[in-house]
């Protein structure tokens, strides 16, 4: 079992910052793929930003290109999710995903809330 804990998420104005952390409690080095997820009341989870372990492939939802932005530090076993310019709609609870192939790991949840 691989043990993801996030931090990071909270409540934001409308054209601010955040910065979302998930530190696996394995290397991630041997991780297949890595990526954010989110899911606003009543909709279904979708998928944020995502990338292969060896970074050749980065994804991100149409909402979010250019304003988001997925990394990752090997040696702190952590990715994180760089949200700027914030907007209400992106109201969710955010989480991370570590895909060993072996084993699906996902964070425990952040709520991230952007006033207007």
């Known amino acids: 079992q691989v043990q993801l804990v996030e931090s990071g998420g909270g409540l934001v104005q409308s054209g601010g910052s955040l910065r979302l952390s998930c530190a696996a409690s394995?290397?991630?080095?041997?991780?297949?793929?890595m990526g954010w997820y989110r899911q606003a009341p009543g909709l279904q989870r979708e998928l944020v930003a995502h990338f292969t372990s060896g970074g050749s492939t980065i994804y991100y939802a149409g909402s979010v290109k250019g304003r988001f932005t997925i990394s990752r530090d090997n040696a702190k076993n952590t990715v994180y999710l760089q949200m700027n310019s914030l907007k209400p709609e992106d109201t969710a609870v955010y989480y991370c995903n570590v895909n060993y192939g072996w084993h699906d790991a996902w964070g425990q949840g952040s709520q991230v809330t952007v006033s207007s």
């Open positions: 394995r290397s991630i080095l041997s991780a297949k793929a």
